[in-house]
């Protein structure tokens, strides 16, 4: 947690003395705990003892209580920017993003120059998918004398990402490239630059921008996924199987990455292969329909129908309006020679995106002699029918 000192800004009615409390290398947490519940006995209003329980709280894992802490805190003295700050740090930490902005800007209410806050505020505004208001905040950020050195690359990363995500990718460029001329060492914004140059469809280059991430960070499964997914759209299978592996190798349960690798072996016509990488992904991820769907593809391509009818229907049971999944299970119906589910599930696909598939099953040579049933209505079930 980025905990910041209080002692600067306490209006505390009763002055503590930290000189026994002082942070050491190795401190006994539990002990501390106790020693500040002791001070909250002795003056029930000392703001700065609250403070400080609420940090000792959060560092011994105990975060709810932590959480609670704070709140009391605020009770007794709702002025301090940093216990605000301290306060939506630990909420961030938590996963509680939304909550964590409410208090990031509350401590910006008090002290609008507060940069740490601002950054705060901008990098939860962008995980809660508030992007316009993100890039507002991170400007913000940026206008204030204060963002230089290490805030100013980290805050030029965040504006970039936040104009990836509003399709402003020049822009994103620009910014991004900002953030490697103060800062060229650092992995995740050559990532990023990857990731924009590749929605602009600069593959080689994207693919030059992974390869620096990696050099400065060879460790990281996903930047090794990213570069594999780039090969696979250009083509080049054997290269991405390579970068997934190396992926796979870091990070084993990485079902996203699973899911690519057989996606690419479907590519190559290893069809057995990409069953095995989609059965291993879905060990790691069972709820992931696109999984489901991809393994049907490959037991389709294997001439294995009953079970790949059987992993659509898995598939759809998780994302039940899937057009393409009823489609593949009625060519599949039409292969085994069970006409009426054929029709059933052509008629399904049709619903669901009546331009493609009425289009499609014309031309299907397996569904083209029961597309006419599958444009009818289905027939109505008669009252008091078992």
């Avoid at 822009?171 to 103060?182: F, P």
């Avoid at 693919?207 to 050099?215: G, M, S, T, W």
């Avoid at 059933?344 to 002699?369: F, G, M, N, T, V």
Wanted: proline share 3%; hydrophobic share 40%; with cysteine.
């Amino acid at each position: 947690m980025d905990y910041v000192n209080v002692s600067a800004d306490s209006a505390s009615s009763t002055p503590i003395n930290l000189g026994v409390f002082a942070v050491s290398g190795d401190i006994d947490f539990a002990q501390r705990i106790d020693k500040y519940n002791q001070l909250i006995s002795q003056s029930p209003s000392n703001v700065m003892a609250w403070s400080y329980l609420a940090y000792y709280l959060a560092k011994d894992g105990q975060e709810a209580k932590a959480i609670e802490t704070y709140v009391k805190t605020l009770y007794i003295n709702s002025y301090l920017p940093r216990i605000w700050y301290n306060h939506a740090t630990l909420l961030e930490k938590l996963g509680c993003y939304c909550e964590s902005v409410l208090s990031y800007q509350q401590a910006l209410v008090i002290s609008p120059t507060y940069l740490k806050a601002m950054h705060g505020e901008s990098r939860n505004l962008y995980r809660t998918a508030r992007y316009s208001e993100a890039l507002a905040s991170y400007d913000r950020a940026l206008a204030s004398p204060a963002a230089n050195g290490g805030s100013a690359y980290s805050l030029w990363y965040g504006r970039g990402k936040t104009l990836m995500k509003l399709k402003r990718l020049e822009d994103a460029v620009t910014s991004l490239e900002t953030a490697l001329a103060l800062n060229p060492q650092a992995a995740k914004v050559w990532a990023c630059l990857g990731q924009v140059l590749m929605q602009q469809s600069q593959y080689v280059g994207a693919i030059a921008k992974f390869d620096k991430a990696l050099r400065l960070m060879p460790d990281s499964a996903l930047f090794w996924t990213y570069k594999g997914f780039l090969l696979k759209r250009m083509e080049r299978y054997e290269e991405a199987i390579g970068c997934f592996d190396e992926a796979l190798a870091i990070e084993p349960s990485a079902h996203k990455t699973w899911h690519h690798r057989g996606l690419t072996l479907m590519k190559m016509q290893a069809y057995q292969q990409a069953y095995d990488s989609f059965e291993y992904g879905l060990k790691y991820q069972a709820y992931d329909h696109k999984s489901w769907l991809s393994m049907g593809w490959a037991l389709e391509k294997m001439g294995d129908y009953s079970r790949a009818i059987e992993a659509y229907n898995k598939s759809l049971s998780i994302e039940p309006d899937q057009s393409f999944a009823f489609y593949r299970q009625a060519r599949c119906y039409a292969v085994i020679r069970d006409e009426s589910s054929a029709v059933e599930h052509l008629r399904r696909a049709i619903a669901l995106h009546p331009d493609s598939y009425i289009a499609r099953s014309q031309a299907d040579p397996l569904l083209r002699k029961i597309q006419t049933k599958a444009l009818l209505p289905a027939a109505p079930v008669a009252v008091g029918a078992r």
